[in-house]
Nanobody
Framework: QVHLVESGGGLVQTGGSLRLSCAVS????????MSWFRQAPGNAREFVAS????????YYADSVKGRFTLSRDNAKDTLYLQMNSLKPEDTAVYYC??????????????????WGRGTQVTVSS
C-alpha cells in the first residue's frame, strides 16, 4: 500500500512563501494521480491542486490560482506545492492524496484512497 509523507509546513508571514513536499513510497509514483487538499479548523477538507500522472496537466482551486504551483518529480517519487503570496486564509493542515484508479472528480476528497497525515501551514497577518 502506498505511503505518503508531507513536509515543509510552518509559520510564515502574509506575503511569504513555503514549499510543501509529499514523499511517496511503497508504490510506483507515476501510477498515481496526486493532489493536495487542506483543512482549516471547523471547515471541511477542500481541494487545493491536482496533477496528472505524467505531470502534463495541473488543476487549481480558484482561491490559489496564480499563487500556488504544483509539480511532481517521478524520478524522485515526490510531489511539490510551491506556495507564494500566502494569505492568512491559507492557514490549514495540508494533506497529500493519491489515487491509482482512473479519476474524474479530482476535486472530491472521497475520490482518493491514500492520504498522508498532513503538515500545518500557518500564515500570520
Amino acid at each position: 500500500q502506498v505511503h505518503l509523507v508531507e513536509s515543509g509546513g510552518g509559520l510564515v508571514q502574509t506575503g511569504g512563501s513555503l514549499r510543501l513536499s509529499c514523499a511517496v513510497s511503497r508504490g510506483t509514483f507515476g501510477d498515481y494521480h496526486m493532489s493536495w487538499f487542506r483543512q482549516a479548523p471547523g471547515n471541511a477538507r477542500e481541494f487545493v491542486a491536482s496533477i496528472a500522472r505524467s505531470g502534463g496537466s495541473t488543476y487549481y482551486a480558484d482561491s490559489v490560482k496564480g499563487r500556488f504551483t504544483l509539480s511532481r518529480d517521478n524520478a524522485k517519487d515526490t510531489l511539490y506545492l510551491q506556495m507564494n503570496s500566502l494569505k492568512p486564509e491559507d492557514t490549514a493542515v495540508y494533506y497529500c492524496a493519491a489515487e491509482e484508479m482512473p479519476i474524474v472528480y479530482y476535486t472530491d476528497a472521497k475520490a482518493y484512497d491514500y492520504w498522508g497525515r498532513g503538515t500545518q501551514v500557518t500564515v500570520s497577518s
